[in-house]
């Protein structure tokens, strides 16, 4: 992680806890395929889930003023957005659909957290 491209100490612990996120997911699933769009759309619904990314003030400052629902809007978004970079999910509509498939079932797995913090 580059210490140029943070802009507060919060930004950093975001970061670090969403990579950890994927480190987790990595470790504690046997057949976990970061070229399958689905696992991949799981960690990166859960990662942006956890870690802060899509938190009130993260939010506004990226100028989404939504109060309800705004936090699952913001994890699709945001998941849909780093699936797309992979280039195994990267033909239209396919990061969308991925998300889309596992959205619920990933979004309630908060380990290795009690609840999302």
């Given amino acids: 992680m580059c210490h140029n491209h943070m802009q507060s100490a919060t930004e950093f612990e975001n970061m670090l806890v969403h990579e950890l996120v994927h480190a987790f997911d990595h470790c504690r699933a046997r057949d976990l395929d970061w070229g399958n769009c689905r696992h991949h759309a799981c960690s990166e619904v859960r990662a942006a889930s956890l870690s802060g990314d899509c938190a009130f003030g993260q939010e506004l ?3 989404n003023l939504g109060v309800a629902g705004q936090h699952k809007v913001c994890v699709k978004r945001r998941a849909e957005l780093s699936v797309a970079l992979n280039p195994a999910c990267a033909a239209p509509g396919q990061a ?6 596992c959205f619920e079932d990933c979004f309630r797995d908060t380990a290795p957290f009690e609840r999302i913090p």
């Fill in 61 to 63: 400052l990226r100028g």
């Fill in 96 to 101: 969308a659909a991925a998300v889309a498939a």
